[in-house]
């Protein structure tokens, strides 16, 4: 499966911005879904994951808990990261990935296919 991330910007602190993660192939709705950021000078880590069709589960980052939520469309092929109440903490390259996994896991090393990065800057 090939993965466009797409959405990101400068946005200002407390501002909401909505990510979207394009998926090529007719088995979208398989795959495990997941979001991870990069912040500068920092690895990658895990925000938030869904499940595939089979199941209705997600998981979240505690950075992020309460402010962001991962949704899909598998009629569109699409995985979304709705962000709310941006903080500059939460600046950094967003990478949509896939996994053959059904659950929501959040470790990377379950993800196989990965997306370019969307880059989201949050500064006043």
């Known amino acids: 499966v090939q993965l466009q991330a797409s959405g990101g910007g400068l946005v200002q602190p407390g501002d909401s911005l909505r990510l979207s993660c394009a998926a090529s192939?007719?088995?979208?709705?398989?795959?495990?879904m997941g979001w991870f950021r990069q912040a500068p000078g920092t690895e990658r880590e895990s925000i938030a994951a869904?499940?595939?069709?089979?199941?209705?589960?997600?998981d979240y980052a505690d950075s992020v808990k309460g402010r962001f939520t991962i949704s899909r469309d598998n009629a569109k092929n699409t995985v979304y990261l709705q962000m709310n109440a941006l903080k500059p903490e939460d600046t950094g390259v967003y990478y949509c990935?896939?996994?053959?996994?059904?659950?929501?896991?959040?470790?990377?090393?379950?993800?196989?296919?990965w997306g370019q990065g969307t880059k989201v800057t949050v500064s006043s």
């Open positions: 869904i499940s595939n069709w089979r199941y209705s589960s997600t």
């Open positions: 192939g007719r088995t979208f709705s398989t795959y495990g």
């Open positions: 990935a896939a996994t053959n996994l059904p659950s929501a896991t959040r470790e990377e090393r379950f993800y196989v296919y």
